[in-house]
């Protein structure tokens, strides 16, 4: 498995990037799209675990905000998303020479895969595993989103994201926040992009996600073109990979192996053993 990590240029902003990779150089890519505070570093150690149990190249990177990438302006348009799975997104798989894929989003990640697999003709991406998507604004996520800014003046959450973001940390912050509690963000819907997406969809969501309701996968399941399967997490939040890593890894490679015929290195069984 080989490992590497550096920076892509990207419309004039350095966006970081680890990617791990098996020997062989004819593996579909799993390209990891992370939550709207997120960022290649927490993602921790599931990219890996992701590419060993696999055999896949998997991809991960920061989106410009986040991390070790380049700031980005604020306030941030209210069709940021749009941007980045339309115009930046394309930019990675190109610069990446990828071209087979399976898109792996998390929350704001998961929206800007549907976004791009739904808004470009292009064959290259096979399929999506979409954890905790959104596609159209409810209460629940703005009144968490308040929350958390709350939290960010009065508590440690901002020492605890400096860590990931470093001197990004209130860019990356303000740039989520501004945007989603914008009162003209209440009309941000993606349901459009849904009937055009063809390629076969996996949706992981925590029963307890205070981010978003069971209505956003419903709706995705019911209007999306290609085959879908839904997974329900117990006793699980907004963060499927953090919070129950080997039943989300057993979906991943569940799905991997039924729809898009991808003969995996190995599997895990429930309780994460290899078999």
């Known amino acids: 498995m080989r490992e590497s990590c550096g920076f892509f240029n990207i419309n004039g902003d350095n966006l970081e990037y680890q990617s791990f990779a098996p020997c062989r150089s004819d593996v579909t890519t799993l390209v990891f799209l992370h939550e709207g505070l997120g960022c290649l570093a927490m993602w921790r150690d599931f990219p890996r675990q992701v590419a060993e149990l696999t055999g896949c190249r998997v ?8 991390g070790r990438s380049s700031p980005c302006a604020l306030p941030r348009p209210l069709t940021f998303m749009h941007h980045e799975g339309l115009n930046v997104l394309p930019q990675i798989l190109d610069i990446a020479g990828i071209s087979r894929a399976v898109l792996v989003g998390h929350s704001d990640g998961a929206s800007i895969a549907l976004i791009n697999a739904g808004g470009i003709a292009n064959d290259r991406i096979q399929g999506l595993i979409l954890m905790a998507p959104h596609v159209f604004v409810e209460e629940l996520t703005i009144n968490s989103i308040r929350e958390a800014r709350a939290s960010y003046q009065t508590s440690e959450l901002r020492a605890r994201l400096a860590r990931y973001h470093g001197d990004n940390v209130d860019n990356t912050f303000l740039g989520w926040t501004q945007a989603w509690l914008d009162e003209g963000f209440l009309a941000w819907n993606l349901e459009a992009f849904l009937p055009k997406i063809e390629m076969p969809t996996l949706l992981i969501q925590g029963e307890l996600d205070n981010y978003g309701t069971l209505k956003q996968l419903k709706t995705i399941s ?6 879908t399967e839904t997974i329900i997490l117990p006793d699980c939040g907004h963060s499927p990979f953090r919070e129950r890593p080997n039943e989300t890894l057993q979906a991943m490679t569940g799905f991997l192996e039924k729809h898009l015929k991808l003969q995996l290195s190995s599997s895990i069984d429930a309780n994460g053993a290899d078999r």
């Open 222 to 227: 019911e209007q999306m073109q290609g085959k």
């Open 59 to 66: 991809l991960t990177y920061s989106r410009a905000g986040y």
